[in-house]
């Protein structure tokens, strides 16, 4: 049974800084593309960040581009978001999500997601 876990949520100052965590399991980690996602309320959950297995590759949204890195740990099977210079726009739940065959920024090649962790932003 393949389980993603989002950790590192929280309440946050415009500005600052948080680290979420998702730890996978039941599945070969190392061979999975990772990717967060993000929903804001009313709104559609879009893409955030993308990082490819093997020689990891990054894609990013245009707006985190330069404000969050995506990195991923596959001892630990864990994939991280770091995200820096935290905006009100910033405020949704966050999903981590994995495809063994796609590195893409459509929620639909994605196979498994995580339940989301809440991020909020004040101002």
């Known amino acids: 049974q393949v389980q993603l876990v989002e950790s590192g949520g929280g309440l946050v100052q415009a500005g600052g800084s948080l680290r979420l965590s998702c730890a996978a399991s039941?599945?070969?980690?190392?061979?999975?593309?990772m990717a967060w996602f993000r929903q804001a309320p009313g709104k559609e959950r879009e893409f955030v960040a993308v990082i490819t297995w093997g020689v990891p590759n990054t894609n990013y949204a245009d707006s985190v581009k330069g404000r969050f890195t995506v990195s991923r740990d596959n001892a630990k099977n864990t994939v991280y978001l770091q995200m820096n210079s935290l905006e009100s726009e910033d405020t949704a739940v966050y999903y981590c999500?994995?495809?063994?065959?796609?590195?893409?920024?459509?929620?639909?090649?994605?196979?498994?997601w995580g339940q989301g962790t809440q991020v909020t932003i004040s101002s």
């Open positions: 039941g599945l070969t980690f190392s061979a999975y593309h």
């Open positions: 999500a994995a495809s063994s065959s796609y590195s893409s920024t459509s929620r639909g090649r994605y196979t498994y």
